[in-house]
């Protein structure tokens, strides 16, 4: 476990603004416990710093986790944010998307969201934005980009997407394997 | 339409009705699934559904229009549902229509769940209505009088046909807006686990609350004494049977040793005298390729009443033994266990309850789940799932966060309040040892053996996301899973690592709580994984239980016994065993001094054995619980609870073996204070380092060192624990010459 160097925090920062904007200061600078962002094995994972000290004794090999996973960096330096940074995405997203309950389950399965699944969308959302789709009941099923503007949205027919995916909590059945 | 239009199928009934039709080959067993409902629902649903008016009971085995137009007016008064009457309605159109007996058969599913779930409101009024059809009448009286008896028999009896029966019925009856009750008659069919859980339910003044109660142990004797019962009528019969044929023994089996004997030659049977050649009759009977089920059955039931009562019944000069050795190979081969395991197994509990335990295991025990606390409520989830089509309940006093799934629509393990980390797929079992833990909020806590994840996250969810969990596991694969569900639930204190857990507390200690979820032989939860009858050996046993008590002496190691809040270790397995609990629990006793048993705050189960076959363990281990799959419909389960307490200057004099010792001195890691009395020792060795060796032997007039030998180590004839003064030289000298 390592801390980020300049720019892998960089690339971190800059995908979560994606999503978050400007609350990221609110994972960054925490008012009740300080958290931190580390490295292990490729995978950036936020924890408190408390957890973070008692984890520096476990070696290396045997560490497997701590606190929550947000993503990994590929092999080409890129970072990808995993389904498990659902949880601080939905709390803080700027921009989000709610799904009628007959889409959920296509969502879920990984496809994009059409729509003629959209529930509600905040407005002014721009086109390309990462947003965090939810569904009806609030309860946040995944995040990705959208593929439209709020306004261009209500032009489309009900079979145009909107929403590209970029993950969903299916992938906790889909990709057990792969996940971590 | 054309000719005789009534006669032809009307519009489709509005989706809410149409799921109470139940599927044709449910109907085939309706009776019998009826009047088990009846039996089973009755307090359960008076007491959860009370205001709960349906339509009569009448209808139960009434396919008559008549019935279920006398069922109707009544039901339709003090039903505040209208979905019903409109039901109601439609059924008897239907019937015009000439499906007539697949109503009748409808209206039984359904009277069937109303009777049970009202049966006290109703009974008067029942039979007021009933006048108009004597016929339904007496059957229905007959069914109510049969309830009870038939109930628990047919639930041996027609065990998985009756499973088969349930699927289908399944999809049909669970969509909408039904109320809990009309979803609940689905659990008709009583497999062993319905019919505990249904009576699990109910309110019971029973110490041993949760899934199983009082009325569970009921039906249970209530099937044994119908097995008696018939028992008996064989007996009789036989006993005459053998009089006839003129048999001498005059025993109650006579009959069944002379079929033995015709068929096999060997009458093995023990009430008669011939079980002594029962070496030789066994093998006669495993070449011919085993017993047949019946006589084995038969053979099992005479012994164990036999066995009930030896004085009386057995047979002169057959030891107890002999019958006891019969039913274990007996039980080996009806159930499928290995002579080993049989017998282990039979030796924990008296005769009659060693069978309830070996049907136990033979039922699978109710699907279970654990509500997420830190993303939303029981009753909330509960909501959703049933919206979702899933028929369930909360599990008992005991927990508030377990809900108890009876029958689902929809794959349980794969809805989105499952993905969306709402709850956990867990054993009811699996949430005592994290209750008798109970960590705090704060604390830092360990799980040595987590994997899949279920207690840690209940720990975590206990804590409120604070503090710290480290969640431990030997096998890496299994990390995987571990890590994935710590996420999708959420817990966001949690370090996940894969250790040996003989490595704790090397790698880190100090902690408040900790958690040992042993690995064991499984013989707690056969229900689910039936290889376990097979492939356990003596080997088996020894090894794990040697693993269990290593594990269990460094998870004391780890727990800070000056911590404020905390100081607790809770060991648990699921196995019920003697030599993987009592005994690790016991040995721990025995090693660390310093740690004491308390009680685990479990309010039901059975105390803990405090002597076994000769071996006796401290009183204390009454406090531990066991959990058993025939008393508490759960996986066979042992909890233990231990409180440590801050270590004492290890005595030198420890009556144990050397590398004991060494490991105590060397392990001391609960607290980084120094320890004076310790480092006394080690200061006066240092300061007498330079003083000459007053033994001298070698003459040589080398330097003192002050050597503290462990008991044990050295081979010649030192007195142990005693601190000798010698120089290296003549130590090697004193040894060569000893």
């Known amino acids: 476990m390592r801390p980020l160097t300049e720019e892998e925090s960089k690339t971190v920062f800059t995908k979560l603004a994606n999503y978050i904007g400007k609350n990221l200061v609110h994972l960054i600078d925490r008012q009740d416990e300080p958290h931190c962002f580390r490295l292990q094995k490729d995978r950036v994972f936020y924890v408190s710093e408390s957890s973070m000290r008692l984890a520096i004794s476990v070696a290396r090999p045997n560490l497997v986790s701590l606190g929550t996973c947000f993503g990994k960096f590929t092999k080409g330096g890129k970072f990808k944010l995993h389904i498990t940074a659902l949880d601080y995405l939905a709390q803080y997203a700027k921009y989000k998307v709610w799904i009628k309950p007959n889409g959920e389950m296509p969502f879920l399965y990984g496809n994009h969201v059409l729509k003629a699944h959209l529930g509600r969308i905040t407005e002014d959302t721009p086109e390309h934005q990462g947003v965090v789709v939810f569904s009806m009941n609030d309860i946040p099923l995944g995040f990705g980009v959208t593929a439209r503007s709020t306004v261009d949205t209500r032009k489309l027919d009900p079979t145009a997407i909107i929403v590209f995916h970029q993950a969903d909590v299916g992938e906790y059945l889909r990709d057990e394997e792969t996940l971590f | ?738």
């Open chain 2, 1 to 738: 339409m054309g000719r005789r239009a009534k006669n032809k199928q009307g519009d489709p009934r509005p989706i809410d009705q149409a799921y109470d039709k139940p599927s044709q080959k449910k109907l085939g067993k309706r009776k019998a699934d009826e009047v088990d409902s009846g039996a089973k629902r009755p307090a359960k649903k008076v007491k959860e559904n009370a205001v709960k008016p349906l339509k009569a009971p009448v209808a139960a085995n009434g396919k008559t229009k008549s019935a279920l137009k006398v069922a109707k007016p009544r039901a339709d008064q003090p039903k505040p549902k209208k979905q019903k009457q409109a039901r109601f309605e439609d059924e008897d159109e239907d019937e015009d229509e000439g499906a007539g007996s697949s109503e009748g058969w409808e209206d039984v599913d359904d009277d069937g769940d109303l009777k049970a779930q009202a049966k006290s409101l109703f009974n008067e009024s029942d039979e007021g209505e009933f006048v108009g059809d004597l016929d339904d009448l007496d059957i229905d009286a007959i069914a109510d009088d049969d309830d009870l008896l038939k109930g628990p028999v047919q639930e041996l009896d027609l065990g998985s046909d009756d499973d088969d029966d349930d699927e289908p019925e399944l999809p049909v009856k669970l969509k909408g807006k039904k109320s809990k009750q009309q979803e609940r008659p689905l659990k008709i069919i009583p497999t062993g686990s319905d019919a505990s859980s249904d009576e699990s339910d109910e309110d019971e003044d029973e110490d041993e609350d949760g899934p199983i109660t009082m009325k569970n142990m009921e039906a249970r004797s209530r099937a044994l004494d119908a097995r008696a019962a018939r028992e008996a009528e064989l007996n009789a019969e036989e006993f005459r049977q053998a009089e006839l044929a003129g048999e001498q023994s005059g025993d109650d089996l006579a009959d069944a040793d002379d079929v033995d004997m015709d068929e096999e030659g060997e009458g093995a049977d023990d009430s008669e005298g011939f079980v002594l050649p029962t070496a030789e009759e066994r093998e006669e009977e495993k070449k011919r390729g085993g017993p047949d089920v019946h006589t084995v059955q038969r053979r099992m039931r005479e012994c164990v009443r036999i066995l009930g009562n030896f004085k009386r019944l057995a047979a002169k000069g057959r030891a107890r033994s002999e019958y006891v050795q019969q039913l274990i190979s007996d039980i080996g081969s009806y159930y499928g266990y290995n002579d080993f395991l049989a017998e282990k197994l039979f030796q924990l509990f008296p005769v009659a309850e060693a069978i309830e335990f070996f049907e136990a295991n033979e039922v699978p025990r109710p699907v279970t789940i654990r509500t997420n606390t830190l993303r939303t409520r029981r009753r909330d989830l509960a909501q959703a799932l049933i919206n979702r089509g899933v028929n369930l309940e909360p599990i008992g006093k005991w927990t508030n966060v377990g809900l108890q799934v009876f029958e689902s629509s929809v794959p349980i393990g794969a809805t989105p309040e499952y993905l969306a980390g709402h709850y956990m797929l867990q054993a009811a079992s699996s949430f005592l040892p994290v209750i008798a833990l109970s960590p705090q909020a704060g604390e830092r806590v360990l799980d040595m053996a987590s994997a899949p994840g279920g207690k840690t996250t209940h720990m975590a969810a206990l804590m409120q996301n604070t503090g710290v969990v480290f969640a431990n596991d030997a096998n890496k694969a299994r990390t995987k899973s571990l890590t994935a569900n710590v996420h999708r639930l959420g817990c966001k204190n949690v370090v996940v690592c894969s250790y040996d857990g003989r490595e704790f507390p090397k790698v880190i200690g100090g902690f408040d709580r900790v958690l040992l979820d042993a690995p064991c032989s499984g013989t707690g939860v056969i229900s689910k994984d039936a290889s376990v009858k097979t492939n356990k050996s003596e080997r088996d046993f020894s090894l794990l239980s040697h693993l269990q008590k290593q594990l269990i002496l460094c998870a004391i190691d780890s727990v800070q016994p000056d911590s404020k809040t905390g100081g607790y270790l809770v060991y648990s397995t699921c196995s019920v065993t003697v030599d993987e609990n009592e005994a690790v629990v016991d040995y721990a006793l025995r090693k660390r001094p310093n740690v004491k048993l308390v009680d685990t705050g479990l309010e039901f189960g059975r105390p803990g054995f405090t002597s076994y076959r000769g071996k006796t363990f401290s009183d204390k281990l009454s406090l531990t619980r066991r959990f058993y799959p025939h008393v508490h419909n759960m996986d066979g389960f042992y909890v233990a609870k231990f409180k440590v307490e801050r270590r004492t200057k290890v005595t030198k004099p420890d009556a144990e073996a050397g590398p004991a010792g060494e490991v105590d001195v060397a392990m001391d890691g609960e607290s980084i204070a120094f320890n004076d009395d310790e480092d006394k020792q080690y200061i006066e060795g240092a300061s007498s380092l330079r003083a000459p060796c007053p033994i001298d032997v070698c003459g040589i007039g080398c330097l003192a060192a002050e050597i503290t030998i462990p008991p044990g180590d050295l081979a010649c004839s030192i007195e142990l624990g005693m601190t000798l003064i010698l120089s290296l030289r003549c130590l090697q000298r004193t040894s060569g010459n000893a």
